[in-house]
């Protein structure tokens, strides 16, 4: 497409519930991202692909929180036994491969708004 | 942890006026990234600073990088209903972190007709 795809955009679900938060990223990027919003803050970092390994998990905030690349497109972030703390925007981006991010630039999706009841 | 603060955190002002929103790091960054972002949409960048002392125009939009490379501004000239929006800064991970962005908490700017 032409720009990177979230879905949903947005869920509401109870708080113990299982969510799963999809990112389709621009066709031919291989670098992608996953970023938290909450209300009244910047994004956070979360995780960081490069391909179908995760580089970098050191933003995800606990052992809640898993994302996948199986075939180095598509990723999908899923969340745990929700807690109402978790509510936020969940942002994801994309890059073309091996730049950083000095000369390069990173495309951000429309997020997925989720809220625990 | 670094840290980037930026100021003011909201700000309201008439089409026509002039308006600076700064961006203040504890750290140097690699590099620093100014994004806008709209209700609903995701952050849009708007200018990469990379050497200390670098200024870049962008139409009405003016961006400044300190000399010591741990602050930036960002200003704005005749503000339209257009400009209204958050304004991120963000720190760019230096070597092997290159790929991270550490972002500020924004500036909510409103321009009203």
């Known amino acids: 497409g032409a720009g990177v795809s979230q879905t949903p955009s947005n869920k509401v679900t109870e708080k113990g519930k299982y969510v799963e938060l999809r990112c389709d990223p621009i066709?031919?990027?291989?670098?992608l991202y996953w970023y938290r919003q909450s209300l009244g803050q910047g994004p956070e970092f979360l995780i960081y692909?490069?391909?179908?390994?995760?580089?970098?998990d050191s933003g995800l905030p606990n052992d809640r929180f898993f994302a996948v690349r199986p075939e180095g497109s598509v990723s999908t972030l899923k969340i745990q036994r929700t807690e109402r703390g978790d509510s936020a925007v969940y942002l994801c981006?994309?890059?073309?491969?091996?730049?950083?991010?000095?000369?390069?630039?990173?495309?951000f999706g429309e997020g997925s708004w989720l809220t625990v009841v | 942890t670094q840290l980037l603060e930026q100021s003011p955190q909201f700000l309201s002002i008439q089409e026509g006026e002039n308006l600076t929103v700064y961006c203040n790091s504890s750290?140097?960054?690699?590099?620093l990234q100014w994004y806008r972002q709209e209700p609903g949409e995701g952050p849009v960048l708007l200018v990469t600073v990379v050497t200390g002392g670098e200024v870049k125009k962008l139409k009405r939009l003016t961006f400044q990088f300190g000399d010591a490379r741990k602050d930036s501004s960002l200003h704005i000239t005749a503000a339209q209903t257009g400009d209204t929006g958050l304004y991120l800064c963000a720190g760019v991970g230096s070597g092997g972190s290159n790929y991270k962005l550490t972002f500020g908490k924004g500036t909510l700017l409103t321009v009203n007709p």
């Open positions: 066709s031919g990027h291989t670098a």
């Open positions: 692909f490069q391909g179908t390994g995760a580089a970098d």
């Open positions: 981006a994309s890059s073309p491969r091996y730049r950083a991010l000095t000369g390069n630039t990173i495309y």
């Open positions: 750290s140097v960054f690699s590099s």
